[in-house]
């Protein structure tokens, strides 16, 4: 079974530039996270969706980032514009909808923002 | 919310030697605190887990523990080995439903052969 897959995963860009980073959950999985970790921080909660609806995006830092899941399957978080302080590594998560906790990280986005 | 204490931030330990990570928890209705292992430049494994209705849970040489009263919970690794050698992060939710964990900063374990 394929792992969560992320692309790109290094993107080195220059501030007030637009990225957009993308995830492919393992396929089935109706539940999807967003996360973000800054260097020595803790791996921060973003957003959650489950299909194609955001369940709780309390965790988005602005509006300069939007993500979206269209058709339930795979997900893209966009940050337009970029600013410094959004550098850091973005990880995506899956899980089954009715499961245990478990959730299934892809091995993250590096986002330098210069 | 929930907020999430690890210690120490960078752990530097011999091979053979025992290795202890704690976190403690702000939430009293957390119920599910899973560990991840995120080994240089791969993505965050989890490597146990425990619930809130036990007290200690042991993998081969990997056993985490919870105590409720004290809100803390601790990672223990016995024997180190260089490949153990990875960030650990612990995390804390009230599992279930949409299940958010919070993480807490990770610590560094360095083992030394």
């Known amino acids: 079974e394929a792992g969560v897959t992320q692309f790109p995963s290094h993107s080195v860009i220059e501030k007030g530039q637009t990225v957009t980073l993308r995830c492919d959950p393992i396929?089935?999985?109706?539940?999807l996270y967003w996360y973000r970790r800054v260097m020595g921080k803790e791996i921060k909660f973003l957003l959650h969706?489950?299909?194609?609806?955001?369940?709780?995006e309390s965790g988005m830092p602005n509006n300069r980032f939007l993500a979206e899941r269209t058709g339930g399957t795979y997900s893209t978080l966009k940050v337009q514009p970029a600013e410094l302080e959004d550098s850091g590594v973005y990880f995506c998560?899956?899980?089954?909808?009715?499961?245990?906790?478990?959730?299934?990280f892809g091995p993250g986005t590096r986002l330098l923002v210069l | 919310g929930e907020n999430v204490e690890q210690h120490p931030s960078t752990l530097s330990v011999q091979e053979g030697d025992s290795a202890v990570i704690k976190c403690t928890y702000s939430d009293s209705a957390s119920n599910y605190f899973p560990w991840y292992k995120q080994e240089l430049g791969k993505r965050p494994q989890l490597i146990i887990d425990?619930?809130?209705?036990?007290g200690e849970k042991k993998d081969q040489r990997i056993a985490v523990t919870l105590n409720k009263t004290a809100k803390h919970f601790s990672l223990h690794i016995t024997e180190t080995q260089p490949e153990d050698s990875a960030v650990y992060f612990c995390a804390a939710s009230r599992g279930g439903g949409s299940y958010i964990p919070t993480f807490g900063r990770g610590t560094s374990l360095i083992v030394h052969p």
């Open positions: 396929s089935g999985h109706d539940n």
């Open positions: 969706f489950v299909k194609e609806s955001k369940q709780d």
């Open positions: 425990i619930r809130s209705n036990v």
């Open positions: 998560a899956s899980r089954p909808l009715n499961s245990q906790e478990t959730q299934y």
